[in-house]
């Protein structure tokens, strides 16, 4: 079992920045694929951002690209998701998880996720 820990979520003004953090106390997180995930009121969760155990490899929902950035520290067993440019839709819960598949089978999908963390809310204001 890994626990994922999530932080750094908060109120922020549209065109604003926030950083998230999730953690696998201990755990070596740099086993797993990290990922990020939100769910908005009424709407089914969906992918926001991917990344390998390396960080080599690195994934993003078109929603967000060029925005938000991912990376991780395996030092420090942590994932990380920078978010520029908030916009009122970024507005969720935002989920940290952990997945044990190959990078090479990569997929979107929640289901192939094994861990996740409670969540953070991202609230995005006018």
Partial sequence: ????VESGGGLAQAGGSLRLS???PGRTFSSYIGGWFRQAPGKER???????RSGGGIRYADSVKGRFTISRDNAKNTVALQMNSLKLEDTA???CAAASTSWNSFSSLPS?????GAGTQVTVSS
Avoid: G, H, N
Avoid at 1 to 4: A, D, H, K, S
Avoid at 46 to 52: C, L, N, W
């Fill in 1 to 4: 079992q890994v626990q994922l």
């Fill in 22 to 24: 999730c953690a696998a």
């Fill in 46 to 52: 969906e992918f926001v951002a991917a990344i390998s």
């Fill in 93 to 95: 819960v935002y989920y």
């Fill in 112 to 116: 192939r996720y094994d861990y996740w």
